[in-house]
Structures are given as C-alpha cells and as structure tokens.
C-alpha cells in the first residue's frame, strides 16, 4: 500500500509539472542521512533490490517503484500522451525541468497558477532507450 501510494503520489505530482516527492528521492541515497521511515515514523525503510529488466545497452528497465533514487531502474514505464506505453528516462524524471532552489521553485509555481508555465515534453522509448515511439508531457495543463 506504501509503495502504490508513494508512486502515486509521485505520478500526481509530476503531472501537476513540480516534483516535490522528487526532492527527497533525490537525496535519499545510501550514503546520505536523509531516509524514509515506516508508516510509525519509528524505523527507515530499506532499499529495495528489485530484478529489472536489463536492455542490450545495460540499462535497466520496469516500473520505477521504489523510495530511493538509486533502487529506480534506468527507465521507467510510461504511457505517453498519445496511449502508447514505453519507458521515460528516470534522470530525465527526476532533474528535467526540477527547480534548482526555492526561488526557481516559488517562480514555477506562481507560472502554474497564472498560465504562464511551460510544461516539460520528454521521449518515450522502447525498452532499448534509444527508439523514440511517443512524447511525454509533465504539467500539461488540463482545462
């Protein structure tokens, strides 16, 4: 239930064109302190070691279900704004067109109420990363 919700909740965010689950992803890693705990708030969640998919160019691929950033496969499963279901590059997810500080974040949000916001068009792919078969648009707008 914890991961629908988590993914979830990044798919919503995503579409509203700012990640704010992408900022703790970002820098909930191994090695940093930030971590994510259980439903209790009394123990952190482990890694998940998930058996992806893996393409003739080693990349990994299947559903980007998972707290940490670096427990997401290399692509991601998407439907594109035309139906067709491939994969979107989880960096692209993550950084493309993120906020780079609170200012830029506060200047996207303001763009998002007065309908100046431009939203972020990504490639869809097949599982080999490299045929583009659809687009993916993050923030589009849905009046």
């Given at each position: 239930m914890?991961?629908?919700?988590?993914?979830?909740?990044?798919?919503?965010?995503?579409?509203?064109?700012f990640s704010v689950v992408s900022i703790p992803l970002v820098y909930a890693s191994k090695d940093s302190p930030v971590?994510?705990?259980?439903a209790?708030?009394?123990?952190?969640?482990?890694?998940?070691?998930?058996?992806?998919?893996?393409?003739?160019?080693?990349?990994?691929?299947?559903i980007g279900d998972a707290n940490y950033v670096e427990d997401?496969?290399?692509?991601?499963?998407?439907?594109?704004?035309?139906g067709i279901i491939g994969?979107?590059?989880?960096?692209?997810?993550l950084h493309k067109g993120a906020p780079k500080n609170p200012e830029e974040a506060v200047a996207q949000m303001e763009a998002m109420k007065n309908g100046t916001?431009?939203?972020i068009v990504m490639n869809v792919y097949e599982a080999n990363g490299v045929t583009v078969i659809d687009t993916f648009t993050v923030g589009r707008s849905s009046r």
């Open positions: 914890k991961k629908s919700f988590n993914f979830a909740a990044i798919a919503i965010s995503l579409a509203a064109g971590a994510y705990y259980d209790e708030m009394t123990q952190p969640v482990e890694h998940i070691h998930s058996e992806y998919e893996v393409n003739e160019n080693g990349q990994t691929y299947g997401l496969p290399d692509l991601q499963l998407a439907e594109g704004d035309n994969y979107v590059y989880t960096e692209d997810l916001y431009v939203p």
